[in-house]
């Protein structure tokens, strides 16, 4: 599948039983994430799937996001290649917070898209 061509949701659209992936950097994660997300950056994905650390299976309907979109449509389309039902965040993270939606970091800092 072409990372052009992967399904995509919009903010408005996230599915409520979906996995929300983050595959952004350590320093990115660390300045601003939704809650609840899982982090697994986007080069440790096929190592933490093959030795089943990844925290989600197969069947769990799954939305990547990143930070405007072009790395979660690559990893959602491996995903998708790899058996996985995985979809885009449209516009990353710099939609998620122009929508005001909610972000968090682990020390309480304010957090920011970085």
């Not at 599948?1 to 990115?28: F, I, S």
């Not at 965040?89 to 939606?101: F, I, K, Q």
Request: negative net charge; glycine residues 8%; charged residues 15%.
């Amino acid at each position: 599948m072409n990372p052009l061509q992967v399904p995509t949701v919009t903010v408005d659209e996230l599915p409520a039983a979906a996995v929300l992936l983050d595959c952004r950097e350590d320093g990115e994660w660390a300045a601003g994430h939704i809650d609840g997300a899982l982090h697994i950056p986007m080069n440790q994905i096929p190592t933490r799937l093959a030795d089943g650390s990844s925290a989600f299976a197969p069947e769990q309907p799954i939305v990547v996001v990143c930070k405007v979109g072009s790395r979660s449509a690559h990893v959602a389309a491996w995903l998708n290649r790899n058996g996985y039902d995985a979809v885009n965040l449209d516009g990353g993270m710099l939609a998620w917070a122009t929508s005001g939606r909610p972000m968090i970091t682990a020390d309480g800092s304010t957090p920011y898209v970085a």
